[in-house]
């Protein structure tokens, strides 16, 4: 069960046109961003080199609409990209993001010099559609950046200190915690916040659904007795995947649990899980990969985002539990991390998914 492909928003139009920010508002770049590009690099092959505008315009319109979909139709082949990606880590993601930026204007060019060498009667010669297809897109692209820096979100990386181990972290993990994730769709595993490997405790026979979405949720018996559950809502559910049994009384989940005895629901766009003790941070969890981090400290009276958007790349975070003392686990890109909040520090602590955090575990 791979799920770094959803941590890597690397959209499918990575080649040519594809790739430019208005990608992010679908039928509105499709429309009005494409014949506005078009009308921008027609002036400026009109006025470089002597194409009539009214020849230049719907070629150039049929060249941006083909690049676009030339950029869809290559992208899923892209999305292997997203394991190498997802390693990137260390601050590197401006890195990936300018390379991706050069890799989408080298393919731009190349593909629209063959459209206008094969429908222009002015662009008779390869090095002048070489050219004037480098002219119209070193323009129209310096429209396309800055306008892709204003919409992404760089909080995230910038905010954010990303470490390597546990080990580098400033302050010591707490004791006492236990994460237990899906580490693959056949075996639960469980890890420790103050150290340790991970360990299996749970190997299934039979497959767990593969769906981003679903998670592990503690569901309590009438008789008191703990399950862990494989589900894609915390609510009540007539036919739950049970997982394990805890000991009675022997985990506190990080949800208040309900009075029929399930847990609490935890919906998208809202707060994340939370522990007692845990008052001074919110973190409110949103769909949009720009805002799916957003934290608030009622002590500093302050509100700061851990999200990241570009039109390449991006951090899709999930199953934030906040902790006492500063600290929260939160997934990204397959991983399950440990997050300082005082610090703003993050460390790896193991792949997996539907991570849920537990106190004082018995197993």
Known sequence: MDYRAFEVGLIPGLLANGGTPFIWFGLLWLTVGNLAIAGLEALVLARGFGVPSSE???????????????????????????????????????MVVALAWFVTFAATVLVEAVVLRGFLRGIDRWRTAFKASLAANAVSYTVLVPFALMISVWDGPVLL????????????PPSGVVVYVAASNTSIQRRPLNGGPPKEVVALNTSLASNWWDALYVAVSPTGRRHLKW?????????????????????TEATKLRADGWEAPIVNDSFAR?????????????????HNFE??????RRSFGLGFQSPFL??????????????????????????????????????????????????
């Open 161 to 172: 200190r990303q470490l390597d181990t546990v080990g580098q972290l400033t302050r010591t």
């Open 295 to 300: 934290v608030f400290d009622k002590l500093k």
């Open 231 to 251: 589900s894609s809502t915390p609510e009540p559910t007539t036919d739950p995947t049970l997982i394990l049994d805890f000991l009675p009384g022997g985990v």
């Open 56 to 94: 230049g315009y719907p070629v150039l319109v049929a060249a941006n609409f083909g690049t676009a979909l030339l950029g869809y139709l290559v992208g899923p082949w892209l999305l292997g990209w997203s394991a190498w990606l997802a390693e990137v880590g260390a601050g590197r993601e401006v």
């Open 314 to 363: 991006a951090w899709f975070w999930s199953n934030h539990t906040v902790l006492p003392d500063g600290w929260c686990v939160a997934e990204r890109g397959g991983k399950v991390l440990l997050i300082d909040l005082d610090r703003l520090e993050s460390a790896p602590l193991t792949r997996g998914h539907g991570a849920l955090v537990v106190l004082k575990p018995t197993l």
């Open 274 to 290: 939370s522990f007692p003790g845990s008052d001074r941070y919110r973190v409110l969890t949103m769909r949009w990969p720009g």
